[in-house]
C-alpha cells in the first residue's frame, strides 16, 4: 500500500477539505488583487458601462444618485463585480485543478474544452448585451418615455439592472455547453432533444420574458440567441461517439491519476 493511497484512506475528508480551502483561498486572492488594480478606475469603469443609456437621455439630463452612500457605493459594487467576472479563468482553473485528479482520461479529453468554451461563451454573452442589447433596448424605452416625463435614471436602479441582464446572457450563452453535457453523460439523447424542439423554442421565448425587461425586443433579443445555441449544442453532441457518450468506456485501462485506497476482499 502507498503512503498516499493509505493517508487518503484514514483522513480522506480532512485532505479532501484542506486541498478545498487551499483552492477557495486562491480564488480569493485572486477576486481581492483584481479589485484592488481596478478600484483607482472604479468611476471610469461604472461610466463606460453607463454608456449605452447615456447615448440615449434627453439632451441636458444626466443620471441622478438618490442614495447619499451612492456615488461612492455604486461604482464600488460594480467595480467588485467586474473583479469577480475578470477571475472566472482562474477560478475555473482552480476547480479544475480540485476535481482533475479523479477523472479518466476520456474525461479529461472532454473536459478541458469544456471550461474554455464555458469561459468564452460567458464573455460573448456579456458583451452580445452590451453591444447588441443595450442600444436597442435603452432606444426604445427614450422613445416610448411619455411626453413631459423626464428620464432621468438612478444610478443603483441602472447598476442592478445591467447586471442582471449580464448575467442572464452570460448564463443563457452556456447553452451549447450544458446540451452537450446531457448528451455526453447519456442523459437524453440527440433525437429526444430534436423532437423536443417546439418545446424549447417556447421555453426560450418564456425565459426571455421572465429575465428581460417587458418589451418584445430585449425578450426576442435574448430568446432567439438561445434558441440558435441549444441547436449548437445538439449539433455537437451529435459529433460524440457511442464511446465518449458514456463513462464505461476502457474502465480498466483508464484509471484516475490519484491513487486508489485498496479494495479489502473476503
Not at 17 to 42: D, H, N, P
Not at 82 to 95: E, G, K, N, R
Not at 172 to 186: C, Q
Not at 190 to 210: E, I, Q
Request: net charge neutral; proline share 7%.
Amino acid at each position: 500500500m502507498s503512503k498516499h493511497a493509505s493517508n487518503d484512506q484514514e483522513m480522506p475528508l480532512i485532505a479532501h477539505l484542506t486541498e478545498l480551502r487551499k483552492r477557495l483561498m486562491r480564488c480569493v486572492v485572486a477576486i481581492v488583487l483584481l479589485f484592488a488594480g481596478l478600484f483607482y478606475f472604479s468611476q471610469q469603469i461604472y461610466a463606460l458601462v453607463a454608456a449605452p443609456l447615456r447615448a440615449y437621455l434627453p439632451e441636458g439630463a444626466t443620471m441622478i444618485a438618490t442614495g447619499v452612500a451612492s456615488p461612492f457605493l455604486t461604482p464600488f459594487k460594480l467595480t467588485l463585480m467586474v473583479a469577480l467576472f475578470l477571475s472566472m479563468p482562474i477560478i475555473l482553473h482552480q476547480i479544475w485543478g480540485f476535481i482533475a485528479p479523479g477523472l479518466y482520461k476520456h474525461e479529461k479529453r472532454i473536459a478541458v474544452p469544456l471550461l474554455i468554451s464555458s469561459i468564452i461563451l460567458f464573455y460573448a454573452g456579456m458583451a452580445f448585451a452590451y453591444f447588441v442589447v443595450f442600444p436597442i433596448m435603452f432606444g426604445f424605452f427614450a422613445s416610448v418615455t411619455p411626453e413631459g416625463v423626464e428620464m432621468m435614471t438612478d444610478i443603483g436602479q441602472y447598476l442592478d439592472f445591467v447586471l442582471t441582464l449580464f448575467f442572464a446572457f452570460g448564463v443563457a450563452f452556456e447553452i451549447p455547453v450544458a446540451t452537450f453535457l446531457l448528451i455526453w453523460v447519456g442523459i437524453v439523447d440527440v433525437a429526444t432533444l430534436r423532437k423536443s424542439r417546439p418545446y424549447v423554442v417556447v421555453g426560450c421565448f418564456v425565459v426571455g420574458m421572465v429575465l428581460t425587461p417587458p418589451d418584445v425586443f430585449s425578450q426576442t433579443l435574448l430568446a432567439v440567441p438561445m434558441w440558435l445555441l441549444f441547436e449548437a449544442g445538439v449539433i455537437c453532441g451529435s459529433m460524440v461517439s457511442k464511446r465518449e457518450a458514456g463513462f464505461r468506456g476502457d474502465a480498466d485501462e483508464d484509471k484516475p491519476e490519484r491513487d486508489q485506497p485498496p479494495v479489502s476482499r473476503p
